[in-house]
């Protein structure tokens, strides 16, 4: 790939040229779980992290297969379906993996020729283009598959105007819980097998027209007992971040092997949401119930002002508000980030959530790698999975 990297500033300025661009995404449209009771996860999503009800199709609204909450907050949506009966082949999804996310979807201006460029670059199919009607309008959406079982579909809403999609009604509910400031996902992350995460990064230049824009090898990214490798992909806007990560050789499991085995396959690790104030959003989380991994060492909170160097002037934050609700810190040349780690929000250790606000900062909290997996580890030796 001949791409050259200019700068990126999440969503505000270009990695390359738009004329280069065979796939320009405007954005994530929405991300959906299949999930074993969607009713109930709806209820967790709404009560714990501060989602909106938004949408549903299901009985009554002549879904016979399945069901679909759609929740929002931000920029963020996400749809939770559940099957309604045996045949469906969403249980054949949930058997193996367990709850987790099934479809990125990415807002595109043409379904058609998102799906054309893609698979002529050879992707998987998923599904051809289709077209989803109702008295709103129309919206194309066309798939193909990306690591694991887990799907891209492009979505071409510019000819409606209904409050999801066609087949869905607004979902008006008497519940209706406080927003925790949630604006946009930031990234999404990708667990992949050993040796594979290569293949995913050439995947994404090759069949997305993606670049890798920063790369974290098992020197910077390892503890005493495990390590792993990761590289952030980016689409032309900036708008999307996938890093991929794979597990790397260590004396004992590492947290992406630990996923790999209850994934039973390659899938979503984490999703990160950003935020404009980490303390309050996370002041909710936590009175809500969500439950964030355990805090690093005390000594963490005290390196912090070495840590920001110059930057440390500009941090408005309080480090005693900071290690009060565990909130991690990182730096680089650009600004600083705060960002803090949720548990798996099911049973078993898969998919999780990062809560991010960024200060200027473009990275991912490297410098916070190794006191996060020490902490994923006591977890992982809890559950005797390390
Ligand atoms: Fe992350």
């Known amino acids: 790939m001949s791409k050259t990297l200019k700068s990126v500033d999440y969503g505000l300025e270009k990695i390359f040229d738009g004329a280069q661009d065979f796939l320009p995404l405007l954005g994530t449209d929405f991300v959906e779980f299949y999930v074993g009771n969607a009713k109930q996860a709806a209820h967790f999503y709404k009560t714990a992290f501060g989602f909106q009800s938004l949408a549903y199709k299901g009985l009554e609204t002549g879904s016979k297969d399945e069901v679909s909450y759609v929740l929002q907050q931000g920029k963020i949506k996400l749809v939770l379906t559940t099957p309604l009966n045996s045949k469906s082949p969403i249980n054949d999804h949930l058997r193996k993996h367990g709850d987790g996310v099934k479809v990125i979807a990415l807002w595109v201006e043409d379904a058609h020729k998102a799906y054309e460029e893609t698979t002529k670059r050879g992707a998987k199919s998923y599904y051809e283009p289709k077209v989803h009607r109702d008295k709103y309008g129309e919206i194309v959406t066309s798939g193909i598959y990306t690591y694991g079982e887990t799907v891209h579909v492009f979505v071409e809403r510019k000819n409606y105007n209904g409050v999801f999609f066609p087949g869905y009604v607004a979902w008006k509910s008497d519940y209706n819980p406080p927003s925790a400031g949630l604006k946009y996902i930031d990234h999404m992350v990708g667990n992949v097998g050993w040796g594979e995460m290569d293949i995913w990064v050439k995947w994404y230049e090759e069949v997305m027209g993606f ?65 404009d104030d980490i303390i309050a959003t996370v002041r909710q989380l936590r009175a809500n119930g969500v439950e964030f991994l355990p805090p690093p060492p005390q000594t963490y909170y005290d390196a912090i002002p070495k840590r920001l160097g110059s930057h440390m002037e500009l941090m408005k934050e309080d480090i005693s508000v900071l290690r009060e609700l565990s909130i991690l810190v990182d730096a680089d040349e650009e600004g600083y980030l705060l960002q803090i780690f949720t548990k798996p929000v099911e049973d078993r250790p898969t998919l999780f959530f990062e809560i991010i606000q960024r200060m200027g900062a473009k990275g991912f909290g490297a410098g916070n790698f190794k006191a996060l997996f020490e902490s994923i580890e006591r977890e992982q030796a809890n559950r005797g999975t390390l």
């Open 211 to 275: 670049v890798n824009f920063l790369s974290f090898d098992d020197k910077q990214i390892h503890t005493e007992y495990s390590a792993l490798m990761s590289k952030v992909m980016s689409n032309g806007n900036g708008r999307i971040k996938f890093p991929i990560n794979e597990p790397a050789k260590a004396e004992k499991r590492s947290q992406i092997e630990e996923y790999l085995d209850f994934y039973e396959d390659c899938g979503v690790q984490h999703l990160a949401v950003a935020t």
